[in-house]
């Protein structure tokens, strides 16, 4: 049977009722993090996402969600003493999570809005070939295609678990809606191009979301909160 990875969207404006009483799982770390926020909107988004994540990776462990231990590997990405692999990632109240049986796995959703910066930004964070692409398109289909572009290449830097410690201009990606390939290209005698399978995932219209797997062939599925066990 074909290896999988089950991605879990979800908003970040309420906790799910299945885990309305959750919050006691929260760790004294993760109180102590959200309680830094400024605003209540972004303390409420933390916390809804805390509570999903162990919620989420409880019913897929059959653990008990207030003890699972996160540790970080050495640029920062997250993992589970025990595992699966995972990653998980959330921008404004929209929240992605994806996990799998094996490999490294990357997510990443990002609201798309127009930014006054985007040319440089763009020169400064793509590889040459993706900036002429981008910049290439006119109006609103140049900010979609810059963040397909970067939510892409973040999933593809999370999966590898190195962050911004990976050159950005390291590798190409497609701005394409649906490409036939995500990634086109590394500059990388590690890794192959042809050895991961990076897509767009099919979300909200004002989002770009991406997902990052080192299993080619593998199998992409979703599944709801509700119809976690």
């Not at 970080?72 to 049986?101: I, M």
């Not at 590690?190 to 593998?218: M, N, T």
Request: no cysteine; aromatic share 10%.
């Amino acid at each position: 049977m074909a290896t999988a990875l089950t991605l879990v969207r979800a908003r970040l404006d309420r906790l799910p009722e299945r885990w309305a009483d959750a919050t006691a799982w929260l760790s004294a770390e993760e109180r102590s993090r959200i309680g830094r926020f400024r605003f209540e909107r972004h303390a409420r988004r933390q916390r809804v996402a805390t509570v999903l994540l162990r919620g989420v990776l409880g019913s897929v462990t059959g653990r008990d969600p207030g003890s699972l231990e996160f540790l970080a590997g050495e640029h920062g990405k997250p993992h589970l003493s025990g595992g699966p692999p995972f990653n998980v990632s959330h921008s404004g109240e929209w929240w992605l999570f994806g996990w799998a049986e094996e490999g490294r796995v990357g997510v990443d959703v990002e609201v798309a809005r127009e930014l006054d910066d985007l040319e440089a930004v763009a020169r400064r964070s793509f590889h040459p070939a993706e900036f002429t692409r981008v910049m290439a398109r006119t109006g609103p289909e140049r900010s979609a295609a810059f963040f397909r572009v970067w939510s892409r290449k973040e999933a593809f830097i999370k999966a590898l678990g190195m962050g911004l410690a990976y050159p950005l201009d390291g590798f190409v990606v497609s701005e394409e809606r649906d490409p036939p390939a995500g990634l086109l290209e590394v500059n990388d005698p590690a890794e192959f191009a042809a050895d991961w399978l990076v897509r767009p995932v099919e979300w909200a219209s004002d989002l770009g979301a991406a997902i990052a797997w080192d299993r080619p062939g593998g199998e992409v599925r979703w599944t709801e909160v509700s119809e976690l066990a």
